[in-house]
């Protein structure tokens, strides 16, 4: 290590990939020279400003398609095991120059990952306000998700009204929330419909049809009357634990709300907006 630039040991140090006796050096170094001191602290500012970014990367959700995708694959066929090949092993033997030119492109791209994220210029323009349908959208979703994670976890207050008390669910929600409905049959999907139940989102009556599945998770249709909104193809978003498929019809807002593990509620989605 002694033989490597000041940068790679330095960054080994840091990674903890050091001897006992080279750590105590490099400590000694970091103590009484300003030069080793100052690369010590831009290594570490580059390091830690790029794990503060790739832990925020950690928080987006993950992407439906994805979820849906390991949920509904299928185990691979057993086959019968191939020989496999034996590779030499090759053995890299670096010579001073490549060790150095290691050492610089190490050393660069830790100390620019803190520079251009810890550096952000004066002039860049701030970003432009949601619209009103945009505002309107992520409130609404926010909402559903948020009052779907409380209900769906009281099974003994899940709904208002039962799932026998058909003309009642009409009358109160065609009344509170303004938008005439049916009852979609999703009998085909495993889900068994409970009842029904209002809330409110983005400051408005939401009707909810409540449905469940023989294991035990919550699927809920939710729909809500909506000013000038375009009429749009399924928009699929996940809140944490709960993914939910939305869309606008003639002036009605409508989602599917279930769990982020449902691999169906695209398929429920198009069945639910043909039949209600």
């Not at 449905?211 to 009357?225: E, H, Q, W």
Request: glycine share 6%; with cysteine; net charge negative.
């Amino acid at each position: 290590m002694k033989k490597t630039p000041l940068e790679v040991r330095l960054s080994a140090f840091m990674d903890g990939e050091t001897s006992r006796e080279e750590k105590e050096e490099l400590e000694k170094l970091i103590a009484s020279d300003p030069n080793a001191r100052r690369i010590f602290d831009e290594l570490k500012h580059g390091s830690d400003v790029g794990r503060k970014a790739f832990d925020e990367v950690l928080k987006e959700p993950v992407p439906l398609a994805l979820v849906r995708s390991i949920k509904s694959a299928q185990p691979p066929k057993n086959r019968d095991p191939s020989p496999r090949l034996t590779r030499q092993s090759l053995k890299l033997a670096p010579t001073g120059k490549q060790s150095l030119a290691a050492a610089l492109i190490l050393f660069a791209v830790g100390g620019g990952i803190g520079y251009l994220f810890g550096v952000q210029p004066a002039d860049v323009p701030a970003n432009s306000p949601p619209t009103p349908t945009q505002a309107m959208t992520r409130n609404w979703l926010d909402d559903i998700a948020a009052y779907h994670r409380i209900y769906s976890r009281q099974p003994q207050r899940m709904v208002e009204l039962q799932a026998s008390q058909l003309d009642e669910i009409a009358k109160w929600l065609v009344s509170t929330v303004g938008v005439k409905f049916n009852f979609p049959d999703l009998a085909a999907d495993g889900l068994v419909f409970q009842g029904a139940r209002m809330s409110i989102a983005a400051g408005k009556p939401v009707g909810q049809l409540i449905y469940k599945n023989l294991d035990g998770d919550v699927v809920a249709i939710c729909f809500t009357k909506t000013d000038s909104v375009a009429d749009d193809d399924f928009s699929e978003t996940i809140k944490d634990d709960i993914s939910i498929v939305s869309w606008h019809r003639n002036g009605t807002t409508y989602a599917i709300v279930g769990p982020s593990s449902d691999a169906m509620l695209d398929q429920i989605a198009n069945r639910v907006s043909s039949e209600i």
